[in-house]
């Protein structure tokens, strides 16, 4: 097979600020040490780009979702330090835990059963303190099977962190009492926002993802947090429209003066959802902002060029995506507007 081409959809990442926001959320934690959340390929921006940064930044915990996401963890760090929230739910997944060495998650009697049974070793325990989500109920914590189970992390997750509510306080009293009953090495509550919250919720281990990747939670971590991912697309044609031409599908847009258009190489398949159709989205091009006209389509997107007179075909123009805005401009979260992006972006930093 020959070499492919250069694609015309990339996302650009910010390595430097990558590695800064990773130490700037290990100072906000204190005391404890900060790890990342690298599930969901790294929350879209691709794990193989995003471990061996934040690894040389000093991260030494990785948790991801799926045993599925192991292996690309694994080519850049130890399995010790990689945890599996989801747990394991039979033997293969218990026996891909101890041939490769990564912790799991236990999530509930019948897990810590099926771990022991299989010979044990260390592992993570998750409890659940109010969010109903995974975890042992704290009803099951004084459970003789719990008793001489090697725990690395006791672990607990925070539902509503991103908010002042007295969620927070609640759970954290709750986790107070999981502490007093399990005996773990270390513990572990706060999420990017946990962090947020103050010393009371770093515990020993915080478990970073959304603010890693740029994004900011709470107020706390305004101007504090940099934007990490930068998607790009590239013009495959230029047009001039004439007063009453239609653009894009529905015609929902009409031009009312003749107008340079830029058709580029992104559309909903790529995550830029049909949300930024109308304007409501806008591309740069050396400090020019071009909006989106008309509907946003599968493959492609087209931009006014106005401004922007020598951007031609071939050239590059950056989507404005920076989390916070863009969650409020499209009603999507931060979380999701990172974790759509598709496969065909050619990933670099
Ligand atoms: C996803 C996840 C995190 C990271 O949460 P952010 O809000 O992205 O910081 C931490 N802990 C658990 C258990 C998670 O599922």
Redesign the pocket.
């Known amino acids: 097979m020959p070499d492919l081409p250069p694609a015309a959809l990339r996302l650009r990442l910010d390595a430097g600020a990558l590695a800064a926001n990773w130490k700037t959320l290990d100072v906000m934690s204190g005391a404890a040490r900060a790890g990342a959340?690298v599930?969901a390929d790294a929350?879209g921006l691709g794990a193989a780009q995003v471990v061996p940064v934040l690894a040389e930044a000093g991260c030494a915990d990785w948790?991801v979702?799926h045993w599925q996401e192991v292996p690309e963890v694994l080519r850049h760090v130890p399995g010790a330090g990689i945890s599996v929230?989801h747990g394991p739910m039979n033997h293969a997944d218990v026996g891909y835990a101890r041939a490769t060495g990564v912790r799991t998650v236990l999530n509930s009697l019948e897990q810590v059963r099926r771990w022991r049974e299989a010979g044990g070793g260390a592992c993570d325990v998750?409890v659940d303190t109010g969010m109903n989500r995974?975890g042992l109920p704290m009803a099951a914590l004084g459970d003789p099977l719990l008793q001489g189970l090697q725990i690395d992390t006791c672990?607990s997750?925070l539902a509503s962190?991103?908010e002042d509510v007295a969620q927070n306080a609640a759970q954290l009293a709750r986790f107070a009492e999981v502490r007093a009953q399990v005996r773990a090495r270390r513990y572990s509550l706060a999420?990017?926002?946990?962090i947020g919250l103050g010393s009371a919720y770093h515990a020993d281990v915080t478990?970073?993802?959304?603010?890693?990747y740029g994004?900011i939670?709470r107020g706390e971590f305004v101007g504090r947090i940099a934007q990490v991912a930068h998607p790009e697309a590239a013009v495959i044609q230029v047009r001039t429209l004439q007063v009453g031409d239609q653009v894009g599908y529905n015609a929902t847009f009409t031009a009312d003066r003749p107008i340079r258009a830029g058709v580029i190489a992104v559309g909903y398949a790529d995550g830029y959802l049909r949300t930024w159709s109308g304007g409501k989205g806008h591309f740069l091009w050396q400090g020019c902002r071009l909006p989106v006209l008309g509907r946003v389509s599968m493959d492609m997107t087209i931009v006014d060029l106005t401004g922007a007179d020598d951007c031609g075909e071939g050239d590059w123009l950056q989507a404005y995506y920076n989390l916070p805005d863009a969650a409020r401009a499209s009603g999507l979260s931060q979380?999701e507007l990172l974790t759509l992006m598709g496969r065909r972006f050619a990933r670099f930093t």
């Open positions: 959340a599930k929350y948790f979702a929230l998750m995974l672990l997750h962190a991103d999420n990017s926002a946990g478990r970073p993802g959304i603010a890693l994004g939670p979380y």
